[in-house]
C-alpha cells in the first residue's frame, strides 16, 4: 500500500499569501496518477488537481500541481478568503487507492 | 449536469448492515467508474473501492473485504454500497464519486453529497 505522508499539518497564512504544501509517497506513484482535493467544513471534497498537474473543470490558475514520483506539490500563488480549507492529496495508480492524512490552510 | 445524489442518514446497531444508495445523473452511467470512499468524524478521508457500473465489476480495499459489497441497477443509475458486521468504528460520512476517465486510474470529480451512517447501542 501507497502511504502518502502530507506536510505540514496545518499552514497559518494570510490571504494574498502563497501557500506551499508538500504530499510524499512513500514509494512511486505509478504514471504520476495524483490528485489534489480542498474540502470545507460539512462538505465534500472538490477535485482541484489531476494527473499530479492538470487543472480540474473550472479550478483558477492559482492553484498549481507539480513534482513526480514521491515527492509532488499543490501551490495556491496568492490565497483569497475561499480558499481556506483542508486539502488532500490522492493516490490512484495502485490499489489501493489512498490518501494523504490533509494540510489545513487557516487565517493567520 | 453531473450529479451523485444518495440516500438518507441512517442509524444502526452494531452488527448491523447499512446499504447506501448513489443515484447518478447528467452523464452516461456506464461510461464511467464509481468510487465509495468514508470519512470518520473529525478524521480524513478513506477509499472502500470501485465499482463499473458498465459490467458491474469491483475492487474492494484489503480492509473492507468480506464486509463490503457493491452493486449497480443500470435501469435506473443507481449504485449501492452494502457494508455488513458493523461496529462504531464504521460510524462515518460515506461519499460516493465518479472517476474522471472510463478507467479505474482515475481521480475523482463528481461526488455525492455524503451519507452520515451511525452505529450505536
Known amino acids: 500500500e501507497i502511504v502518502l505522508t502530507q506536510s505540514p499539518g496545518t499552514l497559518s497564512l494570510s490571504p494574498g499569501e502563497r501557500a506551499t504544501l508538500s504530499c510524499r509517497a512513500n514509494q512511486s506513484v505509478s504514471s504520476n496518477y495524483l490528485a489534489w482535493y480542498q474540502q470545507k467544513p460539512g462538505q465534500a471534497p472538490r477535485l482541484l488537481i489531476y494527473?499530479?498537474?492538470s487543472r480540474a473543470t473550472g479550478i483558477p490558475d492559482r492553484f498549481s500541481g507539480s513534482g513526480s514520483g514521491t515527492d509532488f506539490t499543490l501551490t495556491i500563488s496568492r490565497l483569497e478568503p475561499e480558499d481556506f480549507a483542508v486539502y488532500y492529496c490522492q493516490q490512484y495508480g495502485s490499489s489501493p487507492w489512498t490518501f494523504g492524512q490533509g494540510t489545513k490552510v487557516e487565517i493567520k | 449536469q453531473v450529479q451523485l445524489v444518495q440516500s438518507g442518514a441512517e442509524v444502526k446497531k452494531p452488527g448491523a448492515s447499512v446499504k447506501v444508495s448513489c443515484k447518478a445523473s447528467g452523464y452516461t452511467f456506464i461510461g464511467y467508474y464509481i468510487h465509495w470512499v468514508r470519512q470518520a468524524p473529525g478524521q480524513g478521508l478513506e477509499w472502500m473501492g470501485w465499482?463499473?457500473?458498465?459490467?458491474?465489476?469491483?475492487d474492494y480495499a484489503q480492509k473492507f473485504q468480506g464486509r463490503v459489497t457493491m452493486t449497480r441497477d443500470t435501469s435506473i443509475s443507481t449504485t449501492y454500497m452494502e457494508l455488513t458486521r458493523m461496529t462504531s468504528d464504521d460510524t462515518a460520512v460515506y461519499y460516493c464519486a465518479r472517476g474522471t476517465s472510463g478507467s479505474y486510474h482515475a481521480a475523482f470529480d463528481s461526488w455525492g453529497q455524503g451519507t452520515l451512517v451511525s452505529v450505536s447501542s
Open positions: 494527473g499530479a498537474s
Open positions: 465499482i463499473n457500473p458498465n459490467i458491474g465489476a469491483t
